[in-house]
Nanobody, 121 residues
Framework: VQLVESGGGLVQAGGSLRLSCVVS????????LGWYRQAPGKGRELVAD???????RYADAWEGRVTISRDNAENTLYLQIFSLEPEDTAVYYC????????????????WGQGTQVTVSS
């Protein structure tokens, strides 16, 4: 599985941004696709994910301020972020989670290279 993020950049506080992640490769073992972020000096944390059945889940800190969606025809995952704050500055990563059961499914996590989001005050 390969994941390629895009859409990051420099944005002013209060603005919005849409991140994209193109998913390719063998995705038959999919459990969920998600977005994580890693701020400077901190660990990687979940922002939101969406199950193979299309059910979104949001981390409490992000509920109401982000929307996760996917376009199955384009094999693309999106994250729309609203009302950006300087504290949102981080590298945002796309994640593919393997369900870990079934033929050829081993429970691995796959990551993209990340896209930098910088929010200026």
């Amino acid at each position: 599985v390969q994941l390629v993020e895009s859409g990051g950049g420099l944005v002013q506080a209060g603005g919005s941004l849409r991140l994209s992640c193109v998913v390719s490769g063998n995705t038959k073992c999919i459990d969920a696709l998600g977005w994580y972020r890693q701020a400077p000096g901190k660990g990687r944390e979940l922002v939101a994910d969406i199950s193979s059945g299309g059910i979104p889940r949001y981390a409490d800190a992000w509920e109401g301020r982000v929307t996760i969606s996917r376009d199955n025809a384009e094999n693309t995952l999106y994250l729309q972020i609203f009302s950006l704050e300087p504290e949102d500055t981080a590298v945002y990563y796309c994640n593919f989670r393997d369900r870990g059961y079934g033929s050829g499914c081993h429970g691995a996590n796959y990551w993209g290279q990340g896209t930098q989001v910088t929010v200026s005050s």
